[in-house]
């Protein structure tokens, strides 16, 4: 009960406003992809899986991309980059006089969890602190502001690296840049920061000093997973973002009962949902919005594209490609296979080397393949089509384009023609 008027009464300011210049891209920082979704997808996910739901995404190198992107999320831009503590002001016109929590996140810290921001925020209340700041302890804490705490263990304050005295550098507790404020206290507290550093910049984490000085309670959270703590500044940052993420989400499909045979070359983003006793062999591609059911055979060297559906019993073997396309309980597609825009039925046998070509130029053309369907070696399937139930398609025939094959009929040929047809009583099974 706790958490809930906690969350009720939190708003998130997302910081996204950084240039990204070591990115060497022309495309916004927090906008470059890890496992299929941008970064700040990422972050903006786990606040609102944490409870929060109003949040502000502060912008200002590529703003206009950003906006289009984050549709139904309220963006402003900071019009000149003075320093986190600028944007956060920027943030002030839309609260509108709110006076509960103000959760800060970095756009560019995609590995923060939803239960970390829980509990960042239930410690904030629960010790009725001005500010709550996380923290995490790293065995090389180079690029990261320090926590300075005093000789009882209270923050006392947050020092970038660059203006830290050789002392300072040496501590190895940094600030993830994640903190939860109470609103009227930030807001105020911010009208009294200077640009006293090395960078001429108004520092969000001054007001931590400020809180001190005015001996209000400043309290701090330390996660335990460093990754959380990972910023994205360089393309090697994102490299490491991508690895830990991927880590992340095999061990929550074995945990859900997921036979992953060799995790190094497997990759699943996040999004995908595969069912228990599913085996998913080497070097393996399943990405979001993809779902597997139960006792199935993935790969190896399979790639499962967006829209997928997948049945429980069903077997897909090496070199298929599958994109937007549903396949029935039981059936197999086991060799070099690509099926796109498809729906598959159950008890359907795919032979290897068989193509839907669903693109006619213009547009994605869909194939229906009926249950009990067998489809041999080599086959073309060209969209739009219909392979009606119990059907039989020739090794090597090219099924053209609205020439749909009745149930139980075979065609064999290039063009493929009828040269059999059986009834086939009620539904295949």
């Given at each position: 009960?706790?958490?809930?008027?906690?969350?009720?009464?939190?708003?998130?300011?997302?910081?996204?406003?950084?240039?990204?210049?070591?990115?060497?891209?022309?495309?916004?920082?927090v906008m470059h992809e890890i496992l299929g979704i941008p970064m700040i997808e990422h972050v903006?996910?786990?606040?609102?899986?944490?409870?929060?739901?109003?949040i502000t995404v502060v912008t200002g190198h590529?703003?206009?991309?950003?906006?289009?992107?984050?549709?139904?999320?309220?963006?402003?831009?900071?019009?000149?980059?003075?320093?986190?503590?600028?944007?956060?002001?920027?943030?002030?016109?839309?609260?509108?006089?709110?006076?509960?929590?103000?959760?800060?996140v970095c756009g560019d810290?995609?590995?923060?969890?939803?239960?970390?921001?829980?509990?960042?925020?239930?410690?904030?209340?629960?010790?009725?602190?001005?500010?709550?700041?996380?923290?995490?302890?790293?065995?090389?804490?180079?690029?990261?502001?320090?926590?300075?705490?005093?000789?009882?263990?209270?923050?006392?304050?947050?020092?970038?690296?660059?203006?830290?005295?050789?002392?300072?550098?040496?501590?190895?507790?940094?600030?993830?840049g994640t903190y939860c404020f109470k609103g009227t206290d930030l807001f105020r507290a911010?009208?009294?920061?200077?640009?006293?550093?090395?960078?001429?910049?108004?520092?969000?984490?001054?007001?931590?000093?400020?809180f001190n000085r005015e001996r209000k309670a400043v309290e701090s959270l330390e996660t335990d997973d460093s990754d959380e703590a990972i910023g994205i500044n360089t393309r090697k940052d994102l490299a490491l973002a991508t690895a830990s993420l991927k880590n992340r989400t095999l061990e929550r499909v074995?945990?859900?009962?997921?036979?992953?045979?060799?995790?190094s070359s497997t990759t699943i983003y996040p999004g995908a949902r595969i069912g228990r006793d599913s085996v998913i062999r080497p070097n393996t591609l399943i990405e979001s919005d993809v779902t597997i059911g139960r006792n199935c055979s993935i790969g190896p060297f399979t790639r499962i594209r967006p829209g997928a559906r997948i049945g429980d019993g069903v077997e897909v073997g090496n070199f298929v490609e599958l994109v937007r396309t549903?396949?029935?309980?039981?059936?197999?597609?086991?060799?070099?296979?690509?099926?796109?825009?498809t729906s598959v039925g159950k008890n359907v046998n795919i032979g290897a080397g068989t193509i839907v070509a669903n693109f006619d130029g213009v547009r994605k053309n869909r194939t229906v393949v009926g249950d009990s369907a067998f489809i041999g070696i080599g086959a073309r399937l060209i969209a739009p089509l219909?392979?009606?139930?119990?059907?039989?398609?020739?090794?090597?025939?090219?099924?053209?384009?609205?020439?749909?094959?009745?149930?139980?009929?075979?065609?064999?040929?290039?063009?493929?023609?009828?040269?059999?047809?059986?009834?086939?009583?009620?539904?295949?099974?």
């Open positions: 009960m706790i958490i809930r008027k906690t969350m009720k009464d939190t708003i998130a300011i997302v910081l996204a406003a950084g240039r990204g210049t070591r990115m060497k891209s022309g495309i916004p920082k903006l996910s786990s606040i609102r899986d944490a409870g929060v739901k109003d590529g703003s206009e991309a950003l906006k289009k992107s984050l549709k139904g999320t309220k963006v402003l831009r900071q019009k000149n980059l003075l320093g986190s503590g600028d944007a956060v002001n920027t943030a002030r016109v839309s609260l509108k006089g709110f006076g509960g929590n103000v959760l800060v810290t995609p590995l923060l969890k939803s239960d970390t921001i829980k509990n960042l925020v239930r410690k904030h209340e629960t010790s009725r602190a001005t500010a709550t700041v996380l923290t995490v302890t790293l065995k090389d804490p180079a690029g990261y502001g320090r926590i300075v705490r005093d000789s009882d263990g209270k923050v006392m304050k947050i020092v970038e690296e660059k203006d830290a005295p050789i002392y300072e550098k040496v501590i190895t507790e940094i600030n993830v911010l009208a009294g920061v200077k640009p006293d550093n090395n960078k001429k910049e108004y520092y969000l984490t001054d007001v931590i000093g400020i074995m945990a859900f009962g997921v036979t992953i045979e060799d995790p549903a396949v029935g309980d039981n059936s197999k597609i086991k060799h070099h296979t690509y099926l796109g825009d219909r392979i009606g139930r119990g059907a039989l398609v020739g090794a090597g025939s090219v099924v053209c384009k609205n020439h749909d094959v009745p149930d139980g009929a075979t065609v064999v040929g290039v063009p493929a023609r009828v040269i059999r047809k059986k009834k086939v009583l009620g539904r295949a099974r």
